[in-house]
DNA sequence: TACAAGAATATAGTATACTGTTTTCACCCC
DNA sequence: GGGGTGAAAACAGTATACTATATTCTTGTA
């Protein structure tokens, strides 16, 4: 049960304005969940990380709950952990993923300015650096950035939140795929062809490879009925009812 | 500025088990949001509807910030409010709308077993009656309930819970949208043909007649231009970034 | 009367303390 | 050594108190 670590926040002497320390610890928790760096055996509790951003629960907790509203973590009763997906649960965040990513990346050919695209080639770039090195960490870097980059730039923020959201959540199921090398390559080319795409503000291209591209996500999931998960465990569930 | 009644929470007398008092609380808040006992000019004030509920301000506070992070309130200095959707939202609202609901209609076809099909004939004739009474509060509830019925059914609760959050959203929309009696007739005509599709367990009428009945809910919004809102005000964003 | 400066107020945000429940662990009995 | 039993610990949830800031009210002055 690893602990990930936390930077003291506060970044100015006791003055309170700007961001409140909830969102700073929210986003702070957000880019550790990105980066790897809570795994399913972190134990998430307020009161430690309190501590070591020297801040009180209150925040700490609100950012944890509001990370759980929005199906990152769910909440055991020893801390705050990583929701474990069934296959079932998968499968359901890729049928959201399915009907959102292919419009959503059509709008983006409309929404991308130069600078996006730029960041978007600089991506794939990465990417294949990353398949020729085989350093699966920079491929799943590279692969974050580029969604992030075409999503950032969409008008419509409550579908860029929500893509995110869905997204974000089966961050675990990239890891665990990545593994082949001919994965790898598949990636990569579908990286490059949505690239493609986005520059020729291809629509339709670029919603017909969104899909493509995620569908290829799925099945590669899919592919070995991995060990663990065949029988539904509590879910990671949004819990609005 | 009218402010809802709450009634006292606490059930039990001193029991603390079961659900939690931000639950209730919030399913209470979610209710009179769905009922429009919240209106534009309602400040939601956590002390007042703790000392109201009879309990402190915590539970409260934490179920106002969860309708806040799914878009259903705004924070204010003064309060938490609707957030005002300027035109450019709602049309943000009905494109992810657009995207999950037929797809999930289609679903709905598989997963609606017959007491499910059964509130949906229910739900009809109420918006039957609603219609021929001139209604419009009826109209809505049966509207209501015809939709939170065969999105109960969803086996896919991830997509359920996605697309009860944006279609919640809009529901300042509809009060303003069915003062014609020409809209209620269609309106009517449309559960109508989507129980049909229900009944027959025809998917792909299921999908068709969502997306027909959402674009027709997306056109009579923007039929007219409507008075104020077109100047795009702070919007009620999700805020997540 | 208009208007500006300062006081009062209302509210979100944060901190600390308390409570009840679930889990863990040590101890004891068989 | 296995398994039950009770104490202790760990944790989420709730309550109360404090703080900072934005708004509103009041008062004084031109």
């Given at each position: 049960?690893?602990?990930?670590?936390?930077?003291?926040?506060?970044?100015?002497?006791?003055?309170?304005?700007?961001?409140?320390?909830?969102?700073?610890?929210?986003?702070?928790?957000?880019?550790?969940?990105?980066?790897g760096?809570?795994?399913?055996?972190?134990?998430?509790?307020?009161?430690?990380?309190?501590?070591?951003?020297?801040?009180?629960?209150?925040?700490?907790?609100?950012?944890?709950?509001?990370?759980?509203?929005?199906?990152?973590?769910?909440?055991?009763?020893?801390?705050?952990?990583?929701?474990?997906?069934?296959?079932?649960?998968?499968?359901?965040?890729?049928?959201?993923?399915?009907?959102?990513?292919?419009?959503?990346?059509?709008?983006?050919?409309?929404?991308?300015?130069?600078?996006?695209?730029?960041?978007?080639?600089?991506?794939?770039?990465?990417?294949?650096?990353?398949?020729?090195?085989?350093?699966i960490?920079?491929?799943v870097?590279?692969?974050?950035?580029?969604?992030?980059?075409?999503?950032?730039?969409?008008?419509?923020?409550?579908?860029?939140?929500?893509?995110?959201?869905?997204?974000?959540?089966?961050?675990v199921?990239r890891r665990d795929?990545l593994?082949?090398?001919?994965?790898?390559?598949?990636?990569?080319?579908?990286?490059?062809?949505?690239?493609?795409?986005?520059?020729?503000?291809?629509?339709?291209?670029?919603?017909?490879?969104?899909?493509?591209?995620?569908?290829?996500?799925?099945?590669?999931?899919?592919?070995?009925?991995?060990?663990?998960?065949?029988?539904?465990?509590?879910?990671?569930?949004?819990?609005?009812?």
């Amino acid at each position: 049960m690893d602990t990930p670590e936390f930077d003291k926040i506060r970044p100015v002497e006791g003055a309170s304005r700007g961001p409140s320390l909830r969102r700073l610890i929210y986003q702070d928790l957000r880019e550790k969940l990105r980066r790897g760096d809570i795994t399913t055996d972190t134990r998430l509790v307020d009161v430690e990380i309190a501590k070591a951003a020297g801040v009180s629960r209150m925040p700490v907790r609100e950012a944890l709950l509001q990370l759980t509203i929005e199906g990152h973590l769910v909440s055991t009763t020893r801390g705050f952990a990583l929701p474990d997906l069934s296959d079932a649960d998968v499968a359901d965040i890729f049928e959201v993923r399915k009907l959102l990513e292919p419009r959503a990346a059509a709008n983006a050919t409309r929404d991308l300015d130069a600078a996006g695209l730029a960041r978007l080639r600089c991506a794939v770039e990465q990417a294949r650096e990353a398949v020729t090195t085989g350093s699966i960490a920079d491929l799943v870097e590279a692969n974050i950035t580029f969604r992030e980059t075409w999503i950032a730039a969409l008008r419509n923020r409550r579908l860029a939140a929500t893509i995110l959201r869905f997204a974000d959540q089966a961050h675990v199921v990239r890891r665990d795929t990545l593994g082949e090398p001919e994965i790898r390559q598949i990636v990569l080319r579908g990286l490059i062809r949505l690239r493609d795409a986005f520059e020729r503000r291809d629509a339709m291209a670029a919603h017909d490879e969104m899909l493509a591209f995620t569908l290829e996500a799925e099945r590669s999931f899919f592919r070995e009925d991995r060990a663990a998960g065949s029988i539904p465990p509590v879910s990671g569930d949004t819990n609005n009812d």
